[in-house]
């Protein structure tokens, strides 16, 4: 009845695409080498380009199809069983039990054939323990089955016939309620994020790696031509080049967002993102074990939130392990006021939230100014005069110490805890269940104990590992009632 199965062949497209990812470095090596041999400044003979060619392509060719032409599975009524490798074998079983996230993706060349890439992830690893990277849609229903016991019934249905298992896939069953992003609302946040930003440094460290080969005369003949016309010239330009930026940023926010829905279903939540790579997420909601509202100050202003959920086990997304986006961005009353129909469990009573005492202003200006000082001290004293700068530090971080003392805030019913505070730059607030809560514990220095308040901390599963949620400088006789409320009633 279970036998070994192989991968789809368009999974070998697949996996040339991760080992070009992964060799991005020595692709930049080889192309930069090529170019420099081209100028005649090459330090390699000529001959050894091919061979350095070669080598290349065999390194990028060689772990795909060895992948390929080994990987094996295979799905029983115990769990699913993997194996793949040439000179060091890999073999793998995974109980049905111990899975925590089945999650889905599709690229965009996957469609026509109707294969799906499925990630299979426990509370043991910090990826996905296994990856089945393409496989008939069908599997993904098959291995729903096995895990809800359905071993019987797929049973008789392989002696009846001998073809694929008819599926009815989990994304065609209707959901309880769903909630999707409009064009105008992914255009918001690729606008307000920092995005931007993050491609404009990775044009610049990758246009470092060529900067030998653009001529020193042509570099300095526009640099005079810049400076003739003026500061004007030089403000086009950056804006130009910020508006290219955005559009970048805007084109990948679209394609890998779109047609975002979040749909609920009886037992679990259902994530559909994308356009080249259509990923389907599912998320227990015994698995979620709390959920965070984060804002940052542009979007505070605008009002706007993004919404995640803290999970066991891997997320599936090698950016945040156990930190799921389950709504991008979202009006932040509106997010209020969604989020109690999808995760019922939740009342989210943000509006009543006590927050730290007046007191605690000045600790929050202390801790956050001392050491802009020596810094700007030395900076001032190494580079003067433009060192002088440095002094923006100080209004600087007096705003941040404002704002983190704005938005620490704390409040508790019979079965929740929410904590508000301003770790870094965006505002996060923790809405935690009693029973998710691992352990709860509050600090206090020497010189905090003169103003009588402490730091409360929560710790809870996140991923492979925990999470500290916290809030500083709060009374102590609000910790300890805090305290209190963690512990089990007499």
Do not use: C
């Amino acid at each position: 009845m279970y036998e070994d199965r192989r991968l789809h062949p368009i999974a070998l497209i697949k996996e040339l695409i991760v080992s070009v990812r992964q060799s991005i470095i020595p692709i930049a090596v080889v192309i930069f080498a090529v170019f420099r041999n081209l100028n005649d400044t090459g330090i390699l003979s000529w001959w050894m380009y091919p061979l350095l060619v070669i080598a290349l392509i065999i390194l990028l060719l060689a772990p795909a199809l060895i992948k390929y032409f080994t990987y094996r599975y295979r799905m029983d009524d115990k769990g699913i069983r993997v194996k793949y490798g040439l000179f060091f074998k890999k073999n793998i079983f995974i109980p049905y039990e111990r899975i925590q996230t089945v999650q889905q993706k599709q690229w965009f060349f996957y469609m026509p054939f109707h294969v799906v890439q499925i990630l299979i992830e426990t509370a043991g690893g910090g990826k996905a323990e296994a990856d089945l990277s393409a496989v008939p849609a069908s599997v993904a229903q098959e291995l729903k089955d096995l895990r809800a016991g359905k071993v019987a019934e797929l049973a008789e249905e392989e002696s009846v016939e001998t073809a694929e298992i008819p599926v009815v896939e989990e994304k065609n069953a209707k959901p309880l309620l769903t909630f999707q992003l409009e064009v105008k609302e992914l255009l918001l946040m690729a606008v307000t994020s920092g995005g931007v930003f993050g491609i404009f440094f990775i044009i610049l460290a990758f246009g470092q790696q060529f900067r030998d080969l653009i001529p020193a005369d042509f570099v300095e003949e526009q640099f005079d031509t810049i400076l003739r016309y003026g500061v004007l010239i030089l403000v086009i330009i950056g804006f130009v080049v910020l508006l290219i930026l955005w559009g970048v940023a805007i084109v990948a926010t679209l394609f890998k967002y779109f047609q975002f829905k979040l749909m609920k279903f009886d037992d679990h939540i259902v994530i559909e993102k994308g356009l080249l790579q259509r990923e389907h997420t599912s998320i227990a909601f015994e698995r979620i074990q709390s959920v965070k509202l984060i804002e940052s100050p542009l979007r505070q202003m605008l009002k706007l939130a993004s919404v995640r959920v803290v999970t066991a086990g891997s997320s599936g997304d090698d950016e945040h392990s156990g930190d799921i986006l389950i709504l991008p961005i979202v009006k932040k009353a509106k997010a209020l006021e969604i989020l109690p129909q999808f995760l019922e469990d939740y009342q989210f009573p943000i509006e009543k939230l006590e927050r730290a005492p007046k007191t605690s202003l000045r600790r929050f200006f202390f801790i956050n100014l001392i050491w802009t000082i020596p810094v700007i001290l030395l900076v001032s004293i190494l580079l003067f005069p433009w060192g002088l700068f440095s002094l923006l530090l100080v209004p600087l971080f007096a705003w941040k110490a404002y704002a983190a003392y704005r938005a620490t805030g704390f409040y508790t019913t019979e079965t929740e805890l929410v904590m508000q505070g301003r770790a870094f730059i965006s505002r996060q607030t923790n809405f935690m269940l009693k029973r998710r809560v691992q352990s709860v514990d509050y600090a206090q220095s020497i010189w905090m104990k003169k103003g009588n308040v402490v730091h409360f901390t929560v710790l809870l599963k996140s991923g492979q590992t925990h999470l500290n949620a916290g809030v500083h400088y709060i009374a102590q006789q609000d910790a300890n009632r805090l305290y209190h409320w963690y512990q089990p009633s007499k």
